[in-house]
């Protein structure tokens, strides 16, 4: 289970958002944190990416820009949302994230399994609406 945190874009305050994550943490035994709404500071991410991971690193850090993926953000999530829209694409502009690390959430129709095979050779993840895993591979 992970922690879902709006970022509104880099636009809430570090100290807000930190203050969200010690809640989720507090409240929850989670196994990471989903900072949605990604703008375009990588700094602002690693702060807060830094202060996310739990004292033994075991938490994961997932990024939705739910667009092309910001070429700084490689480093900095273990997941990052390369595509968040109606349908499933083509392909997704990894800007060379490895692809395991790549996850997408389509939404809005029910895809053949064709479909997903073929956007699942592209993403190391495939989750479908309310984030539960649909599947990585065929």
């Keep these: 289970m992970v922690?879902?945190?709006s970022t509104a874009y880099a636009g809430r305050g570090g100290?807000?958002?930190?203050?969200e994550i010690?809640?989720?943490?507090?409240?929850?035994?989670?196994?990471?944190?989903?900072?949605?709404?990604?703008?375009?500071s990588a700094e602002y991410y690693e702060e807060l990416g830094?202060?996310?991971?739990?004292?033994d690193g075991y938490q994961k850090l997932i990024l939705n820009p739910g667009a092309p993926v910001p070429?700084?953000?490689?480093?900095?999530?273990a997941v990052i949302v390369a595509y968040e829209n109606f349908g499933i694409?083509?392909?997704?502009?990894s800007n060379a994230t490895k692809e395991s690390k790549l996850a997408a959430l389509p939404h809005g129709l029910?895809?053949?399994e064709r479909e997903f095979k073929q956007f699942t050779d592209g993403v190391g993840?495939?989750?479908?609406?309310?984030?539960?895993e649909c599947g990585v591979k065929y």
């Design 50 to 55: 830094g202060y996310a991971e739990s004292p």
């Design 89 to 93: 694409p083509s392909s997704v502009d």
């Design 3 to 5: 922690g879902y945190i």
């Design 110 to 112: 029910e895809p053949y």
């Design 22 to 40: 010690g809640y989720y943490y507090n409240w929850y035994d989670l196994d990471g944190v989903f900072l949605d709404e990604e703008g375009p």
């Design 125 to 132: 993840s495939l989750r479908i609406a309310g984030m539960v």
């Design 71 to 77: 070429e700084s953000y490689g480093d900095i999530a």
């Design 15 to 19: 100290r807000d958002v930190k203050n």
